[in-house]
């Protein structure tokens, strides 16, 4: 509903600095809102508590994706860079594997003494990254890929409907 709302408002007529200056307050909010249910717990039962600590900052993340999407300015044309941009598209593949590494590394510390406490963060940096860029590549863009060739190939006919119990009045 917020995308079709968002598309029948008139294209704003602000300007680069009018934009940047909505989305670097836009994203201030966001970032306080964050540490403040954070760092306030509610007097309340357990489950509400993480519940407001959890939810209470998305309706500033909800503002924020709206003036990004709506302004020109500079956080949306940072977000713009194509390594930015790289990083988004390999996200899923980063969340799914960086937990592999950390628990592994953490099984090896005693191992892996000798080594200097930054390299070995360094190292894990590069593992989680190399394979979520390899799964993205062979994995994800393939299946993408199939998928849509897929949706492609599909036919969109509507089926005749078929009564069953009803019988012809046209005798």
Known sequence: CAGIGRKRLPAPRLGYGMGTIIQ????????????F?????VPATP???????LYGPAPFYAALLLALARYNGLVSQALSYPIIVYGG??????????QIFIRWH??????????????QYA?????????????HRLVEQPAR??????????????????????????N
């Open 89 to 98: 598209e390999i996200s899923y593949s980063i969340y799914l594997f960086h």
């Open 123 to 135: 190292g894990i940096l590069a593992a989680t990254l190399l394979t979520a860029a390899l799964v």
């Open 37 to 41: 249910f954070a760092s306030h717990p």
């Open 106 to 119: 953490s099984g090896k510390l005693s191992t892996l003494s000798f080594v200097p406490i930054w390299c």
């Open 145 to 170: 890929r199939w998928i849509i060739a897929g949706w492609k190939h599909l036919s969109w006919k509507r089926p005749k409907a078929v009564m069953v119990g009803v019988r012809s009045t046209k």
């Open 24 to 35: 670097g307050i836009v994203l201030v909010f966001a970032l306080a809102a964050n540490a």
């Open 47 to 53: 489950a509400v508590t993480a519940f407001i600590l």
